[in-house]
């Protein structure tokens, strides 16, 4: 994913805010980057940029050498579905749905999985993120550990070579952020590009690439 001269302006009623100050930068397949900096650096704008969340003020961005600045929402979201798996802090997991189920939600706008198929490979998934005793678990009965663990599962549901997250152990004690940086560090190493807002040093034990964000600017550590 290529990042040239980037720029985010936000412009509210009374003033413009820079979110990112013209940022370039190449991310690699096969890598896990930890994304620093201080409280308003524009760690989120960087993540939402790659995520196609938010629209580019100037500059391009290309993933797989395809440039997709400045593609319409229809193009954006069928790229999103194929390329990019998404993690939050807060999880955002339906809390009517069991784990399981969790997992199949962004499988069913995917036409190229079969709907027999859907529930075999998130249970598959789970289980590889050691879940198998909790595949069918609604939200309130799984740890947060576990509950990031089954929306790690769901970024992973359409296989995407892009995983995104925003401070995913924000809300983790150090065992089960541990284990999340584990999780996201073998996927790295099964090829795809891992990219992680933290506010925590123990990513640095974790990471391939330490970047920081000051002032909407990128540099690496
Ligand atoms: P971080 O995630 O590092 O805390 P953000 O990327 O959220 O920082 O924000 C970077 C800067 O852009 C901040 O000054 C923030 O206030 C501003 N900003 C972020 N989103 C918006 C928005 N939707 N409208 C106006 N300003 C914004
Ligand atoms: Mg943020």
Redesign the pocket.
């Known amino acids: 994913m290529n990042l040239e001269d980037v720029r985010k302006v936000?412009k509210?009623k009374t003033n413009e805010?820079v979110?990112l100050d013209n940022v370039s930068y190449n991310f690699l397949k096969g890598k896990f980057y930890a994304i620093m900096?201080h409280?308003?650096?524009?760690?989120?704008?960087l993540i939402k940029i790659m995520g196609l969340m938010e629209p580019l003020t100037s500059g391009t961005y290309k993933i797989e050498n395809k440039d997709v600045s400045s593609l319409k929402d229809e193009e954006l979201s069928k790229l999103r579905m194929k390329h990019i798996g998404f993690i939050f802090q807060d999880f955002y997991l339906d809390e009517h749905l069991k784990a399981y189920e969790n997992v199949m939600l962004p499988m069913l706008i995917n036409k190229e999985i079969k709907s027999q198929e859907r529930k075999d490979r998130a249970n598959k998934i789970l289980i590889k993120l050691g879940l198998e005793e909790r595949l069918n678990h609604y939200p309130k009965e799984l740890s947060g550990g576990e509950q990031q663990r089954v929306s790690l599962a769901r970024a992973l549901a359409n296989n995407p070579n892009i995983i995104l997250a925003d401070e995913p152990t924000g809300n983790l004690d150090e065992e089960n952020e541990k284990m999340v940086f584990e999780d996201l560090k073998a996927l790295a190493k099964d090829g795809k590009c891992v990219v992680v807002v933290s506010h925590s040093n123990i990513i640095k034990d974790y990471a391939d690439i330490v970047l920081k964000?000051a002032k909407g600017k990128i540099s690496e550590e």
């Open positions: 936000y509210t805010v979110g900096g409280s308003g650096s524009g760690k989120s704008t964000i």
